[in-house]
């Protein structure tokens, strides 16, 4: 057993509570290998901005469980001598098991989520209630989740959504005592979330409904990548072949988080940015060989895509 504590990392109620209060949120950004973790930590520590490191089930057994924690140490110490200790966080996303969810708190993650929300309601309830029971003990907090996101995580994938019941918020955060809860207003995993011509929307008027249920508590926002369109086209002009989509405008997510969102999920917006950096360096460089050479350039694109969503979006900077 290793505690998160011992790791430098902390848990997330801190800092979602001073996120509620200041109407921002906390960026939560996936990785799986070390370009991308540099990433988060430089444009976190330029920002003065808290993080959430998380890592899903598949990054777990593509990078190994044991190498993520070392690299999340190593990047708490990164920023130590980079000169800003800002809070790290080491989350689960999307675990599916209540033996995932220990396993990463034995490892020194300092916050799982369990997302039973694929189950029906009871069961979800029971599956929460047990991870929640076992984290506590080592003052791990817990992400839950009520309805259905649309698009593909892992190995689930769900073509429409179903939106977050707030007539079951009070009694799934009562029975289950979970830290957090991830709803289901409109957005949606993957890079492939809207045609052109559709209208996304953000269903402010059901956060405001869960909001009145539940006060003050901390909601999360899942599926918040944007597919920016300039990297998209920068990708296909590189030999790319990615199909038309849009994703969940920067100012809807802007505005969500002024209220009790606190926690918002970027991961395929980093994906498309890496790409479009690799592909350009590919095409343009067609004689380098060097990893370094590509992927340093990505990690550089991937920081500044991770400072505008701090600064723009996120308004989480200068918040430590
Ligand atoms: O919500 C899912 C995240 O984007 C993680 O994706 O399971 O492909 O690592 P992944
Ligand atoms: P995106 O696919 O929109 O980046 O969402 C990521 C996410 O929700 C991770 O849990
Ligand atoms: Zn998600």
Redesign the pocket.
């Known amino acids: 057993m290793v505690s998160y504590k011992d790791l430098g990392l902390v848990n997330s109620r801190e800092l979602f509570k001073k996120a509620i209060n200041g109407g921002y949120a906390i960026p939560a950004f996936?990785f799986n290998n070390m370009e991308q973790m540099q990433a988060i930590i430089q444009a976190c520590v330029e920002t003065k901005s808290p993080v959430i490191l998380?890592v899903s089930s598949g990054a777990r057994k593509y990078a190994n469980q044991t190498i993520l924690r070392y690299m999340a140490q190593g990047g708490v110490e990164y920023a130590k001598e980079l000169g800003c200790q800002i809070p790290i966080v080491l989350h689960l996303?999307?675990g599916d098991t209540f033996e995932l969810c220990k396993s990463c708190i034995e490892y020194g993650f300092s916050s799982v989520m369990i997302d039973g929300s694929s189950k029906p309601y009871d069961e979800n309830v029971e599956l929460t209630r047990r991870v929640v029971e076992y984290a506590h003990q080592y003052d791990v907090t817990v992400e839950g989740e009520l309805g259905v996101l649309a698009g593909v995580?892992d190995d689930v994938k769900a073509e429409s959504h179903t939106y977050t019941r707030p007539e079951e918020v009070e009694d799934f955060v009562s029975k289950t005592g979970v830290d957090s809860l991830a709803i289901s207003i409109g957005t949606s995993?993957?890079a492939y979330k809207f045609k052109p011509g559709q209208k996304p929307e953000i269903r402010l008027d059901i956060l405001h409904e869960i909001e009145k249920r539940i006060p003050g508590f901390p909601i999360v926002l899942?599926?918040?990548?944007s597919v920016p369109q300039d990297i998209v086209a920068e990708i296909n002009h590189y030999g790319g072949r990615l199909k038309d989509s849009i994703g969940i405008p920067e100012d809807q997510l802007r505005e969500a988080a002024k209220s009790a969102v606190c926690k918002i999920?970027?991961?395929?917006?980093g994906r498309l940015a890496m790409t479009a950096a690799i592909r350009k360096v590919f095409v343009e460089h067609p004689e380098e060989f060097d990893p370094r050479k590509y992927l340093g350039p990505a990690r550089e694109k991937l920081k500044n895509l991770y400072k505008h969503k701090i600064y723009d979006v996120l308004g989480s900077n200068d918040k430590m």
């Open positions: 996936n998380q996303d999307h995580e995993h993957g899942h599926g918040s990548s999920n970027i991961d395929s917006d």
